[in-house]
């Protein structure tokens, strides 16, 4: 079944500034900028530290960058990289390429140095701005990199200040079309190899337009926390929503429970986006009993499902609503919205659903073959909206497969239910198939979940030689928590198909998991699947 979302209540302090879906030339992020340092000039957008950036200065600032990597020979389609933790400068370099028609690839700083010149050689990167402590990471591979022709180093006292004030600060007012690609953003490789997601100035402006709606109402006295990882789309789209509707943001270097908490009162934040484990694990920091938040009006939790029991906890202490977002780097962000009164409200299983589509944003339920499935039947989750990338670098093979007849395959599994509801029952290649029977991790997971003693869970098939496949759990208990393999297994078992309850169950002290907050089930697979 196909629903389109209703109209979400706009920011009421500025216009969300969306875009017709084929329109070329759009307002772009680089637009807004020069908006701001015209009209409020000495209006914050960034906080870092005790470090400030201006609406004045960030366009000065990305005017020199645009200038400078012009005279470094990068050309219009050019690719350049950060390697580093969250800083300020990444919006100076965002902004600064799309003004020198460049495109910006964001490196996830915990690969490992193998996997970051895979990133630099299959992008084509020209220049690499990297932090001082992760050039050493960057030394091992530069003699390897087949493209990258200058390596600054952001923070280093003849590096990244020294390049940039000697630029000219003059705009260069290219003009930029729509479908021009802006970033280059690499899937985590939770399933293999990363693939480089082109992500275009429309693609963007949309995902802004739909977040701005579906995350508002806006005031003038909003302050954004951004405390993910900027390489993840999740966090590059909330830290630019600052730029695009006039707000600060409070960016965070790295996420640290008790310093997150301190910045929520220290700069009266109002809105936050953080995984569920963060969001627990702030709520579980002794500085949660000592800090003012009665600031704090909305935190949107995202990258994996959040317990009921933590939902509830978190809108007590907290103080403030609570709301879910579903998306993809394939999607510029966010694909649907499971508001603050769904938390409140807590009707039937709605609080395991991801939320309605969010504004612009059409889903479809279809069968292997492609055809809409029945309201509530279980299949592939696709997906059409101005958001959706053109596809992957160089990879017109696996373009192919994910974009057809105008519809975009997220290869999650999922059903919609009668009020428009989306429920992500697995991704496709997490589906257990066990005797010919197809069993969904999430459903099991989310039992397992209930359990008192349970804090945390993953659900995984490994080899079986009389059922193929069979499924197992990995448990996190909750603190001076006991329990028994056996005794989960049965409480799983009392409800649902036994054949859908783990085979084994085994206790560890934490989950494997990615910047986002995503469990890494393939490590997990490869660890419990060697020599079966």
């Given amino acids: 079944m196909r629903h389109q979302h209703d109209r979400r209540n706009r ?35 960034v906080w870092a530290g005790d470090v400030s950036v201006t609406s004045r200065q960030l366009d000065s600032r990305a005017n020199q960058v645009a200038n400078g990597l012009r005279k470094e020979g990068v050309a219009r389609e050019g690719r350049i990289a950060i390697l580093s933790k969250n800083t300020p400068v990444f919006y100076e370099l965002l902004v600064g390429a799309e003004r020198a028609e460049a495109v910006l690839v964001p490196i996830n700083y915990r690969l490992s140095a193998r996997e970051i010149l895979f990133v630099l050689d299959d992008a084509g990167v020209e220049v690499l701005f990297v932090s ?9 591979i530069a003699a390897s990199a087949k ?35 802006s970033v280059q953003m690499y899937t985590s490789g939770t399933t293999g190899t990363p693939k480089g997601v082109l992500l275009t100035h429309a693609n963007i402006v949309a995902a802004l337009g739909s977040a701005a709606a579906a995350w508002g109402p806006w005031h003038t006295r909003d302050v954004l926390l951004v405390t993910m990882p900027q390489y993840h789309i999740g966090a590059s789209i909330w830290g630019m929503m600052g ?13 640290v429970p008790d310093e997150a908490l301190r910045l929520i009162q220290i700069h009266r934040a109002t809105k936050a986006q953080l995984a569920a484990v963060m969001m627990r694990m702030m709520l579980d920091d002794p500085a949660m009993t000592e800090v003012d938040l ?67 944003v059409e889903i479809r339920i279809v069968d292997p073959q492609g055809a809409t499935l029945p309201e509530g039947s279980i299949g592939e989750v696709v997906c059409r909206s101005a958001q959706v990338t053109p596809g992957y670098w160089s990879l017109p093979d696996a373009t192919a497969q994910c974009l057809r007849d105008g519809w975009f395959h997220t290869g999650d599994l999922g059903r919609i239910d009668s009020d428009g509801y989306l429920y992500i029952c697995d991704r496709l290649k997490d589906m257990i198939v066990s005797g010919g029977e197809n069993i969904y991790p999430a459903e099991v997971e989310a039992v397992l979940s209930a359990h008192p003693a349970v804090r945390e ?53 934490s989950l494997p998991r990615n910047a986002s907050g995503k469990v890494l089930k393939r490590e997990l697979r490869k660890a419990y699947s060697t020599g079966r």
């Fill in 11 to 45: 920011a009421d302090i500025v216009d969300g500034g969306a875009q017709t879906d084929h329109e070329l030339n759009v307002e772009t992020l680089s637009d807004k900028v020069r908006k701001w340092a015209a009209t409020r000039p000495d209006l914050v957008l």
């Fill in 132 to 140: 001082s402590e992760l050039e050493p990471v960057f030394r091992q």
């Fill in 147 to 181: 493209t990258v022709k200058k390596c600054i180093v952001i923070d280093a006292a003849q590096g990244y200040e020294v390049w940039r004030r000697p630029q000219n600060d003059r705009d260069p007012h290219r003009p930029v079309a729509g479908d021009a690609v």
């Fill in 243 to 255: 730029l695009w509707l006039g707000v600060p943001g409070v960016l965070m270097r790295e996420f």
């Fill in 294 to 360: 009665s600031s704090l009006e909305l935190i949107i939790y995202g990258a994996s499902p959040a317990p009921l029991e933590l939902i509830r906890r978190a809108r007590q202490e907290f103080g403030c609503g609570i709301a879910q977002g579903y998306g993809m780097t394939e999607v510029a962000g966010s694909l649907t919205y499971l508001a603050p009164r769904d938390h409140e409200e807590e009707i039937g299983e709605r609080l395991k659903s991801a939320g309605r589509p969010v504004e612009g």
């Fill in 457 to 509: 869970v993953a659900v995984f098939g490994v080899p079986d030689q009389r059922w193929g496949e069979s499924p197992k759990a990995v448990v996190v208990l909750n603190t001076d928590a006991t329990a028994s393999p056996e005794g989960l297994i049965e409480f799983v078992r009392a409800r649902l198909a036994r054949y859908k309850a783990p085979r084994s169950i085994e206790f560890v002290a």
